[in-house]
């Protein structure tokens, strides 16, 4: 009984990889081609600034937040670049200023949720809303190209002729992240106000700190995936980011971070979330299904994630606490053995 509970809790916790093992064998079927290096490596550029999308996201949701405007920042941020450059300054400049661009949206986030204290759903979602607004009023809704050195260099370039920089700046975040959350002090404190803030207070953990890094730290992290998405497209147009967020948000959910907060990794949840919907939306495009059903599929894989994440956090929770009584049991049993033993050989 406990071997098959202990199997249930270990499948649940793992379900990402089942998830993507199944996926990946039915594309392998279906899909002439799959099993090559090109169209790995296609994959894994296409998932790279949704990748960083989802590092920085997992921050948030391990608080138990949420972020909806991590798709306006990437096209505020990208649009100021591009205009930069434009305008004749350096390259390296006005990648600068956007991930400034990026750190000042998330400053005005956290300030709003942390001190004014307003639901991170409302605040994200209004500032969504006022980023695109601004960020049309700035680039009058026309198209921001990017210089072809910029494409060339960091779009298309390789480590070496062989590992394309899309590919290694996110594998390089998704890492730092990683390391960051399990042997940095505040990335445990940000799983211990995920699970229980006013313990966390009570433990002298600064919550209000917490939260404001989290939502910092997701904005820059938008604005550096701005610059990675920028450099594979080479313009920023009025559609430039729409939708990542919720991509972002499903990965990572799809990856075992839960959106009640406390519970989810970067490396390699949030990775493999990352992986498995681009391995959907490349296994759609290769069996040629209809593009406007594409966007529908999508949305499916975002609500079976949601209810994933629901289904998948009570079971856990119902078998760790089962598990945690079964031990209590075993000890306080083997505990009154040694107490009869010990009152028999003395009567």
Known sequence: MKGSKNLKLFFLKNMAFVLFAVVFIIFGFLCNNWFTITNFENIARQSSYIGILAAGMTFVLLTGGVDLSVGANMFLSASICGLLIVKGWPIWAAILICLLVGFLYGCFNAFFIVKIKVLPFIVTLATLMAGRGLTLVITKSEAVSMPASLVSGVGSGRLFGILPYPILIFLLVA???????????????????????????????????????????????????????????????????????????????????????????????????????????????????DLYLQPIISALIILFAVFLDSVRTRYIIKLEHRNIRTEEQVQKTQKSFTLRDIFDRHR
């Not at 207070?201 to 990675?228: M, T």
């Open 175 to 289: 890492v730092a992240a990683s390391i960051f959350l399990k042997f940095v002090p505040l990335g445990r404190q940000i799983y211990a106000v995920g699970k229980d803030s006013e313990g966390a207070k009570k433990a002298g953990i600064n919550v209000n700190w917490v939260l404001a890094f989290v939502y910092i730290l997701n904005g820059v992290l938008a604005a550096l995936a701005a610059i990675v998405s920028v450099t594979q497209i080479g313009n920023v147009t009025s559609g430039f980011g729409f939708g990542d967020e919720f991509s972002a948000i499903s990965a990572s959910i799809l990856g075992g971070t839960s959106m009640m907060g406390g519970i989810g990794t970067v490396f390699p949840g949030a990775v493999i979330g990352v992986f498995l919907i681009q391995m959907v939306q490349a296994g759609l495009v290769y069996l040629q299904v």
